[in-house]
């Protein structure tokens, strides 16, 4: 009877894999990397123009964390694509015009970044307001710092070492890249292994619930809009170490890119989940779409149509999906 149960699992198990939604987005990855290999003739698999592809993910992947952790309770965040110019520009900004050594100036880039995410999550939480609506008030003060206090100017030669470790590699992998995974491990840990992220996830699920289990719901949200600013902020290093140069534009295509990756991925809109690998393979996906652009000329336009259609593919499917698993309940 034991061997009898012992395959019956495993085939189980094996089941539930090819069902998990992270299974669907590794066969699109593989599927859309051989297809898009094909058809540059081989050109994605050579050194340069690989280790390219991986560089310019490392952003992709950390906006989308970014926004994932103000999804996982249930609210929004649209100000982390212009909080990562605004990081961006100021860590420029204090390098060049003030000269300060670049570790002390990504410091503050990190620190501005958390701020004004604890900004937004104690506002959602003293108001009682949406975080859609805090997050785009947010949005457009900042967009406003970024043309106000440093107007169209492009800062650029502010720290050879930063932008040099923007192009080293380890093992064929660039340092930008596995910094991301690095920090997307971090995520992943975070709310797999500590209290904390225990507790963001139970008040984005059932905040009632959570609040007579003792959970603070108002804590919960302050933490999870600091850490998504603080992620913005890790994203504004990368770019300042991938470009060498940045301006006031930095960060205004990063919006619909930072909803992407996790509701692609796996995330649901109501709270109470994440899904760090899904969200890294959809950011994997996202990145091959814009690659394909690159090289076949396709206008912007339509690779924003495009990713838009999926990602409101993925919401009506996750909605589906969450009507069909209460009605077998």
Known sequence: MTA?????????????????????????????????????HGNLLQGGTLGAFFRFLAVPIVIGLSQMVVLAIGQMNLSVGVLTGFCAMAGAWLMIAQGWPAPVAVT??????????????LLVVLTRINAFIVTLATMTIVDGLRYGVHGPDTFQGYSPGLVD?????????P??????????VAVGLFFARTVAGRHLLASGGNPFSARLSGVSNDRSIVLAHTISGLLAGVAAVLTLALSGSVNAS?????LLRSFAAPIIGGVALAGGVVAVFGTCLAAFLVRLVDVTQAQFGIG?????????????????????RQKLTRSRK
Do not use: K, Y
Request: glycine content about 16%.
């Open 4 to 40: 009898a149960v012992a395959p019956s699992r495993a085939g189980g198990g094996g089941r539930r894999i090819v069902r998990a939604p992270e299974f669907t987005l590794v066969c699109l990855a593989v599927a859309g990397f051989g297809a898009l290999t094909i058809a540059t």
């Open 165 to 173: 470790l923007g192009r080293a590699s380890v093992l064929g992998l």
């Open 108 to 121: 503050a880039s990190l620190l501005l970044g958390a701020v004004v995410g604890a900004v937004n999550g």
């Open 175 to 184: 340092v930008i890249f596995l910094i991301a995974v690095v920090v997307a």
């Open 250 to 254: 930095v960060g205004d295509d990063l």
């Open 300 to 320: 912007q336009s339509w690779v924003d149509l495009i990713v838009g259609a999926v990602v409101l593919g993925a919401v009506l499917v996750g909605a589906v």
